[in-house]
């Protein structure tokens, strides 16, 4: 549904619940005027993959080092993107319940895990549907578990860490 219609659909009632990216992007809708509970985590995320839409025979015109220089900021816009998104996501975040008035809740563990479940199903239909099909599941599947392996011991356990042992804030830069 287009992001203007969101907000009517849901003080209509037409819809039970609405997600728009985060909680930036939701506050910009106002979806907390009809929304009073905030749900984590996003069976989506993370996510953030951004993309860059260009004429493909005039990008086939043109000489290697300018092909290098739109990677290149492609590349650059995506990762500013990502930041960005992170730090307002945080703000809006902060201020949700103490502005707003809206309640965060987690999903339980039994939805989360339906989620998976049915996200699971549904990769694997797909990954079986064509030869193509097949190569990218394959792909994918392999990926990810390598990603989810190196994440325990990198990002996963940094955040677990700042979670279970918050930094004093003070003596922080600036003070």
Known sequence: MPPGEILPALQSGAIDGAE?????SD?????N??????YWP????PNGSAECLVNRRAYETLPDDLKEIVAAACEAENARGLAEADWQNAQA?????TKHGVQLRRFSDDILGA???????????????NALARRIYRSYVTARAGSLAWGRVARHAVLDAQLRFPADQKGMAGD
Not at 33 to 38: L, Q, T
Not at 42 to 45: A, L, Q, V
Not at 93 to 97: D, F, H, M, S, Y
């Open 93 to 97: 975040l902060a201020g949700i319940e």
């Open 115 to 129: 989620a998976r479940r049915a996200a699971e199903e549904v990769l694997a239909e797909v990954g079986r549907s």
């Open 42 to 45: 996003g069976f989506h995320e």
């Open 33 to 38: 005027k009809a929304a009073p509970y905030y």
């Open 20 to 24: 728009f990216l985060g909680p930036w």
């Open 27 to 31: 506050l910009a809708l106002s979806l």
